[in-house]
């Protein structure tokens, strides 16, 4: 069982390309809404004693399984941690989350690699910072010669199936190394930008396959990236009531709705007020409670199949968002906890005490090493494992790094379409250290923050001149896991040329 850092909750070989896969969809299987109560309702059983413990409080006698576990992993993305209930938000944006978490581990103090969907997911996968797997915006790729999740499942038997909504993380980008079948469900999607749809669609086959999988029983890796939080903010009118019943203006709505992301914004294409972030809030949390309602749907299935219990499930997400903290939108350039703090949950019976939290510093490099420990490929990959958040030989980390390099997608699209704007104000590398305590932003261009976390929750007081000793201490240390790194993985720079993928990359407001 997980322990270290933790404590018991109150219950509240090759690649497959399969660019011309798609999932057709068809009618909605699920409802949002409908999940959500579900969620609630599954989550007050939990707490009166029916949901996975007898009356007597003790632990039902799990059902008989594999010899190692199956692996779902979930990335919400674009959703910071504040935003969800599971995380103490005051609205009810994540009941299904608090379920899962009630029956497993809640991670407080996960950090993602970097403020945008490439990068964090290449090390999601690989287990590697950026600067390592080299899958950033000066690239836009993720190299063959990377090992990824899927790459040690598969090798270890397991089938391997993806659906992800999100066009950064294509095959054409490399993601689609080490699944069988890997499905990029924008590619579906019947307008330019309909995220829900597209989520919906990976739910619905995800679930289809994992009854073809529970029948034949075999072990199996599937991955599901959804990414209805990502901006333009559309959420349905129900759940936008449900969570915000505040009266608003239904034309600014309208506008905000459509509202691309941050080079828009930096470029003067629309302009923002106090009132408008406060909107932007209420769009957003709707979003994630409907992300929510999905992953609802998808858990609940699986223990209807009876395989939850045998399944490492891990939900977490890339990166979060800013909602106007430091005068910014969506999440680039910025390497806040707005943006850098995500959630993490993990639910094995096998593994983890159920309604446990952890205040430990977690990274999104740790989970392939965990996923690899808990799966039972320890002794296939030692130096891997031994990373593992269950390794008895593991120390907590001290510190996380987070990094950037150029933004050069933003770079040629501000040069293009804004002339009036200095693309040299925003074309430099970036790196993060963060302690549980302090954080560092390092810019190349020699500039640096440093906030306390503890008193300054909002990072509002940079403290690089006032504690220098403090700022130097950290820029040590810094420097001292610089140079530590082995050396970065060659790579060549990738041009999106899937006209599909250009389009939805479009829509997001990421390329011209």
Not at 6 to 28: K, M, S
Not at 170 to 187: A, L, M, R, V
């Amino acid at each position: 069982m997980f322990a270290a850092n933790a404590q018991a909750r109150e219950p509240v070989p090759t690649q497959t390309n399969t660019q011309d896969e798609h999932i057709r969809r068809g009618g909605r299987a699920l409802s949002a809404s409908n999940w959500r109560l579900k969620a609630i309702l599954l989550f007050l059983l939990f707490v009166l004693g029916w949901g996975g413990l007898t009356a007597c409080g003790e632990p039902r006698e799990a059902p008989p399984s594999r010899a190692r576990p199956n692996v779902v992993l979930i990335v919400l993305d674009t959703i910071r941690a504040d935003i969800l209930s599971a995380y103490g938000y005051p609205k009810p944006t994540s009941p299904s989350l608090s379920l899962v978490a009630s029956e497993g581990i809640l991670f407080h103090q996960a950090i993602t690699t970097d403020f945008w969907t490439l990068p964090a997911h290449a090390s999601l996968l690989t287990g590697e910072y950026p600067a390592v797997h080299q899958a950033t915006s000066e690239t836009n790729a993720l190299g063959e010669e990377a090992m990824t999740l899927a790459e040690y499942l598969r090798a270890a038997g397991y089938k391997t199936r993806a659906y992800v909504s999100n066009p950064w993380i294509g095959s054409e980008q490399g993601f689609g190394q080490g699944f069988d079948t890997y499905i990029e469900t924008w590619k579906s999607a019947p307008t330019a930008h309909d995220a829900y749809a597209t989520d919906s669609a990976g739910i619905e086959g995800a679930q289809a396959w994992l009854n073809e999988q529970n029948e034949r029983g075999e072990n199996f890796f599937l991955f599901l990236n959804l990414n209805s939080a990502h901006m333009p903010y559309s959420p349905d009118a129900l759940t936008l009531v449900e969570i915000s019943p505040a009266p608003r203006s239904p034309e600014r709505t309208r506008e905000l709705r459509a509202i691309k992301g941050m080079w828009a914004y930096l470029g003067g294409e629309y302009s923002l007020k106090a009132e408008d972030f406060e909107m932007l809030q209420d769009l957003y949390a709707a979003e994630v409670a409907m992300v929510d309602g999905l992953v609802g749907g998808m858990v609940e299935f699986m223990r209807e199949l009876n395989m939850l219990d045998n399944t490492l499930l891990i939900i977490t997400s890339d990166h979060g968002e800013n909602l106007g903290e430091h005068g910014m939108v969506d999440h680039l350039l910025s390497m806040y906890e707005t943006t850098m703090r995500v959630p993490l949950i993990m639910r094995l019976p096998s593994s983890f005490s159920a309604g446990s939290e952890s205040e430990e510093l977690v990274s999104l490099v740790d989970i392939v090493p965990t996923v690899l420990d808990i799966c039972g490929l320890a002794p296939q990959y030692p130096d891997i494992a031994a990373r593992s958040l269950l390794s008895p030989s593991r120390s907590p980390h001290e510190f996380v790094i987070a990094e950037n390099e150029r933004p050069l997608n933003g770079v040629n699209l501000m040069r293009e379409n804004f002339p009036d704007f200095d693309p040299a104000s925003i074309d430099h590398r970036m790196k993060m250290l963060r302690t549980l305590q302090h954080k560092l932003i390092w810019y190349d261009d020699g500039r640096v923050e440093v906030y306390d976390l503890q008193s300054d929750p909002g990072e509002l007081n940079d403290l690089s001149v006032l504690e220098p000793e403090l700022s130097s201490r950290l820029l040590s240390q810094l420097e001292a896991w610089n140079a530590a790194q082995e050396d970065p993985r060659p790579s060549q720079p990738v041009e999106i040329s899937d006209p599909e993928t250009r389009d939805q990359l479009r829509a997001l407001g990421y390329i011209d």
